[in-house]
């Protein structure tokens, strides 16, 4: 499925970095757990870093109720969900092109809040999002947690992913000056794991902490 | 310097988590390169990934001269720049009690188009957030790459920092269980540069470049 090409969600600059079909998009989205959510208030633009997980064509977002953005967002305003992976320094001979590889997506949609059932699906999606296996290995929600929290699910109207991989370009001229030029890749790497300083004796690193690691 | 919380920036969800003074801004800027600037056309917001630059409380941005969030930014439009870094998993016995390690900034302010010795200074500083000394190994830019360039100059008007450290925190009845808890720590990694395939022979590895492996 794609999402068509509009003027909120079409990839301007250097459009054959653009891509509308759900399989990039959703590789984009399923690559991290780390969105920037964009909102408007009175006019004013806030972008706040939250954590997400993607089911199908949908987001979900979660967080304390007393939330402002989450207070905001259930009433349906339009939103901005944009997903980034730095993957390196493209260093070109020229200044001007310089560059990085990247991966980002950017949806545009609107939110509803969720109760029951759906709640929960909502929560572990976003638990393993970000660890795999961690929520069969917790304790889960009890009914005052559940209360404290507030889930939203945010549906993709419009998407675009945009991608940059490979090397630098440069002006042609350029190719004969003696500057080096190539690319830094940049990998978000886990370091060992540290335990809770009181976590009780006897308690070994959890499958899904192994897992970062094979 | 600190900037006063106002309805704006002011972080209501945990509040000693919150930070208004120059310094700890600064250092979160300092610590990255990539933005996520936050704008509404008609309603609509938008969030996009791209790179910055800081020279004290200015905040540097640079595109494509046909950008279109570049061309809405230089009306003066209110905007907002977020930067974050993602420094760990923060595993808890419950589900509830998960969290993220990290450090960000969300800062409010506009922007103005700059011309001239600004623009290149502006273009300097951000490169040489990108990566220190390359600014000096590189082509600068010509006539007409200047032209192909819009540089905006925001100025923060309202700032805050976020930030998280440390163990997890678990209800108190939960410390007996028998799940593993700790953190499970993130660091963007640079990889070996890889020349690009074209480089004439002889070309060492910049020292730009070394520095990202000191």
């Known amino acids: 499925m794609d999402y068509n090409p509009t003027s909120r969600n079409k990839v301007k600059r250097i459009p054959k970095r653009g891509h509308y079909d759900q399989k990039t998009i959703f590789e984009v989205l399923d690559a991290g757990f ?13 972008v706040i870093p939250t954590a997400y997980g993607r089911d ?4 979900y977002l979660h967080g304390a109720s007393t939330s402002r953005m989450l207070k905001h967002l259930e009433t349906g305003a339009p939103a901005c969900v944009t997903v980034t992976h730095l993957d390196g320094l493209v260093l070109a001979r020229s200044v001007f092109n310089h560059s990085m590889n990247y991966r980002s997506a950017v949806l ?9 059932e759906e709640k929960m699906h909502a929560l572990e999606v976003v638990s393993e999002q970000i660890l795999k296996g961690r929520w069969d290995e917790s304790r889960l929600p009890n009914a005052k947690e ?14 675009s992913a945009k ?4 090397d630098p370009g440069d002006e042609k001229e350029d190719y004969k000056l003696p500057i080096w ?3 830094v890749p940049i990998v978000p790497t886990y370091h060992a794991p540290i ?8 308690i070994e690193t959890p499958e899904s902490v192994k897992g970062l690691f094979e």
Do not use: M, W, Y
Request: with cysteine; proline share 5%.
């Open 163 to 166: 991608i940059r991989t490979g």
């Open 108 to 116: 545009f949609g609107n939110c509803v809040k969720l109760e029951g």
């Open 34 to 46: 780390l969105c920037h959510v964009g909102f408007s208030i009175e006019g004013q633009p806030f």
């Open 146 to 159: 559940l209360k404290a929290t507030s889930v939203l699910k945010f549906v993709i109207e419009e998407a």
């Open 195 to 202: 335990p809770d300083p009181v976590l009780n004796e006897g």
């Open 56 to 59: 199908g064509d949908t987001i």
């Open 181 to 183: 030029a190539g690319v």
